[in-house]
């Protein structure tokens, strides 16, 4: 079984298509994919999509991403944001984090929003998905307070070499997408040799990030199956035995059942 652990069939190009989206994702052998929110409406939809398509075995996460965090009052987190977490298809919380790439919110707002965020998973006991982006010195400043109290999740892991030895430290999972099989992505190729294999996840960040040979198109849940293949190549293993090594690393991580619902 193979695993999407991020994806955004709730996105506005793709949420027209999502059901045709999971078909398409199941036929590939996708048995698990997570559906992720980026604001609270986003983060609604993610809840309500994880229920619609419980068959193909979709979870939601919802949280609130950097990008979206100034649309917010910042001394709290929404109470919505709280009743959705205790959803019982939410596995995690996410996406949230840093992005001074864009910079769409303040840098202290971000901050803000980021600890906040991850005071709830360790209250909750939920892991966080974390994005994080040109920023991982001030990131890893705030996660440092909760290494050991939230099970964490770098999605579209981009802090390189560099910080790779305290994201593991921490605990922490790096989830890998299409952009391990581009060709200008060599750093990202020796992190994917590097991690230890109980630390590694795989992801599409549909409809964003396409892996080979679809690059330049609508990314998509079904095309995980290349982000495996690449990843198996450059570990020197099977796709099988990578994919049964991803499908333990999800389960213990997001706490669901290893077997279809």
Not at 241 to 254: H, P, V, Y
Request: net charge negative.
């Amino acid at each position: 079984m193979l695993i999407d652990s991020h994806c955004h069939p709730n996105s506005d190009s793709l949420r027209a298509e999502a059901g045709d989206l999971m078909e398409r994702a199941k036929a590939a052998g996708v048995g698990r994919a997570l559906i992720v929110g980026c604001d609270l409406e986003d983060s609604a939809e993610a809840v309500s999509m994880a229920h619609r398509f419980a068959g193909y075995g979709a979870y939601a996460a919802v949280g609130i991403h950097p990008h979206e965090a100034a649309r917010y009052e910042a001394s709290s987190l929404p109470r919505a944001l709280r009743d959705l977490a205790g959803d019982g298809r939410v596995a995690a919380l996410g996406e949230m984090g840093l992005d001074y790439y864009y910079d769409h919110s303040p840098r202290e707002v971000q901050r803000n929003f980021f600890a906040m965020q991850l005071e709830l998973a360790a209250e909750t006991g939920l892991p966080a998905v974390l994005h994080i982006r040109d920023a991982m010195p001030d990131a890893l400043a705030i996660l440092r307070d909760f290494a050991g109290k939230v099970r964490l999740l770098f999605h579209c892991y981009g802090g390189g070499t560099e910080h790779l030895d305290e994201v593991l430290g921490m605990g922490g999972l790096c989830a890998l997408g299409g952009a391990v099989t581009w060709k200008k992505s060599e750093e990202l190729r020796e992190v994917a040799a590097r991690l230890p294999a109980d630390r590694l996840l795989l992801e599409t960040d549909c409809p964003y990030m396409t892996p080979v040979p679809f690059r330049g198109k609508t990314n998509e849940p079904a095309y995980v199956r290349y982000v495996y293949e690449a990843v198996a190549r450059i570990r020197a293993v099977d796709v099988e035995e990578l994919a049964e090594q991803i499908e333990k690393n999800a389960a213990a991580f997001f706490g669901w059942e290893r077997e279809n619902v």
